[in-house]
């Protein structure tokens, strides 16, 4: 396989992680990318056509007209194969916000150790959602009532879940037409199943239909539930000073990566981390304090509500190790590579597993529990202050970025609009008059088959070229983060002139972090708050916008893909398809691609494509907004229209001399 290995330049476009990558080559220590380039892809699972669901199998159907030995056509498997892999993301994401509902429980009955409500406005605004009475009534008591709603929510068996009334009418009704109102997740991962088990449900249109339902009560239930209550518990992100890359690990410091999804210790271990006691511990040990970061959308939450930095993104986890100078990885749940424990074998660092769910052979376990978080914080802190004397030879790349996250759906609203008139108004003026071109949700994770970064950072270059505004989560958001992307000054030299006005006059960079993945529901109560606003159609499918996931990996990715297509978006994924099925030798093989993306643009106004040309990936994009666009009958998109009213045409002006700045300014001469 030496013919297929990349250098370190072609894994990453980083320069820290190939720093790193060129330090693992040295040592001889394997990482993701070398693993990608040693492990050939199976063709045939690959492109959706293996199906194992029985033991008559595996079938693989690698020939025209082929079936199982059940006579399930390429077709069914590959619509099989789909919807388990969204039902086993709509549960990943959605067991999180079980767990978050779990402890509001605790904190609003006083069981919850060191835990308090943080945003009693966010409490109060989602309880009336729900007509839960908030006048004259403690907090606690609302919270106690809303953790009641949502818990009863993921085992709903009949009717609605309650959070999809909060999207707009016309696409509740497009739901009740379609038979796709969700249920509870549990009840409708369940029923993926059943109908994916041998001999039941073998249409593949209406297999879809159901990951449709599936996705729906991830999106609008599961999901949504865990981003209400990490921002009762911890505070809805507002903009703040953060860092992210290797860079953010220090030498003289007691390193803690916090790496996986759960806000709920990893919130605990930032105080922890700052207690008088911990810090004094840490000296004794010999170091200046403790130094907390975190990876994935751990990072994610702790960075856009405390500026606590990012050491990196999915593909950095195995990177951060590799530096020397991580005493404790402490891991929750998701997105945790097995590989850790091996390769902290050859440091010193210890991996720390916490959660109930998740265990890794060789990793040290304790536990979490939410009623002694503080107790079980400090716990783990002083696990890796101890480990501190053990470290060898440190190596931290030098490289960090300053960026600006914190964009929640309510700062949007509130930095648009201001504390009276808080509104989408703005946002939706500059979309109509053309100085936005349209709204692009860059998400997801970073794949080790494809270059590290690359590919979420160049479509965002382009898509800001062409006037159109960024909102980014999870790994996407950390690599344009690392770029630079997202700090004001230096992301505006990269943007269209009318996008670079509204970022200079609102104050905000071209690219806003909204948070971790499972925050991409913060992307569709945009959206419905954009429809609310007036002026771009009364449905999500009619906003110029579309949603990437240009490195995607995860199964959890492909319920979110699902989830906004069912909104109404178009969602591109790079990479390939996981129903490609082979074209050249399977004829039939594009059924399942037709269905979920003509099929569910048909039914949904939203739709699902697999595209792994960047370019492509622009080009598709920058045509649905313009067809949105000229659907709604607003002005055609004139990127020489807009630019004369920013600060860099000030700064032009001030460069003039005075005799002329009236004619710059007017167009005409002075007399
Ligand atoms: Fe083969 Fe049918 Fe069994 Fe799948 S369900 S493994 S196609 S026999
Ligand atoms: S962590 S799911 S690699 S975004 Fe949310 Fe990153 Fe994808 Fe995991």
Redesign the pocket.
Known sequence: MADKKRTPQQQSMDPAAQEMLIRAEELGIGTAFTRADDMVPCNIGGAGMCCKICSMGPCRLTKDGQTGVCGATIDTIQARNLIRAIAAGAAAHSDHGRDMAFTLKAVANGEAEGYTLKDIAKLRTVASHYDINIEGRPPEEIANDLADLYIAQFGQQKGVVAPTIRAPKKRQLIWEEQGVMPRGVDREIVESLHRTHIGDDQEPEHILQHAIRTALSDGWGGSLIATDISDILFGTPAPVLGQANLGVLKKDYVNVVVHG?EPTLSQMIVAASQAPDIIEYAQKAGAKGVNLSGI??TANEILMRQGIPAAG??LQQELAILTGAVEAMVVDV??IMQALVNLATKFHTEIITTSKKVKITGATHIEFDEHKALTIAKDILKHAIDNYKNRGEVQIPDYRSDLIPGFSHEYINYMLGGSYRASFRPLNDAIMAGRIRGVAAV????NARSQHDHLHTYVTRELLKQDVLIVET???AIACAKEGLMLGEAGLEQVGAGLREICETVGIPPVLHMG??VDNTRILTVLSQMVAEGGLGDDIDQIPAVGLAPEW??E??LSIGTYCVASGAYVIFGGSSPVSGMPDRVSDSDIVSRLISQGWEDKFGGKLEFIPDPDEMVKATLAHIDKKRAALGLPEYDPNRFGRSGDAHIRELEALPLENRREAIYGTAVE
């Open positions: 999804h994935c959308c993104n999915f998701q997105c998400v997801g994770c970073n999870g790994c996407s971790s993945c990996m995860s959890k990715a």
